[in-house]
């Protein structure tokens, strides 16, 4: 069973809006803090954002106001929200959990902290 199950994604104009979704295989990942990533064609994967059990969120700077990482716990989801995309969010975009609480229950953006991660799909913006 694929512990992380990501959807959404695809291509869009600038300033257009895409909508990601990472369903997790038990309901423990409510538990886990969870985080968006993404890496271009080039460049070092990076943290979008992140989420942990309390709510507590965490963004690039890049992406706030921009992008909401939500979850549902009822539904096992985590969400990445994307609002007034750039090209430069052009990327393939992953989800990861943090099982073992090495994060400690901070939303860190390092993917040093996540050892479960789902599959990846592309978000592609133009100009």
């Known amino acids: 069973q694929v512990p992380l199950v990501v959807s959404g994604g695809g291509s869009v104009q600038a300033g257009g809006s895409l909508s990601l979704s990472c369903v997790a295989s038990?309901?423990?990942?409510?538990?886990?803090?969870m985080g968006w990533f993404r890496q271009a064609p080039g460049k070092e994967r990076e943290g979008v954002a992140a989420?942990?059990?309390?709510?507590?969120?965490n963004y690039r700077d890049s992406v706030k106001g921009r992008f909401t990482i939500s979850k549902d716990n009822a539904k096992n989801t985590l969400y990445l929200q994307m609002n007034s995309l750039k090209p430069d969010d052009t990327a393939m975009y992953y989800c990861?959990?943090?099982?073992?609480?090495?994060?400690?229950?901070?939303?860190?953006?390092?993917?040093?902290?996540?050892?479960?991660w789902g599959q990846g799909t592309q978000v592609t913006v133009s100009s």
């Open positions: 038990s309901y423990t990942y409510s538990r886990y803090c």
């Open positions: 989420i942990c059990s309390d709510g507590n969120t």
């Open positions: 990861a959990a943090d099982p073992s609480g090495r994060s400690g229950g901070i939303p860190y953006l390092a993917a040093f902290f996540y050892s479960t």
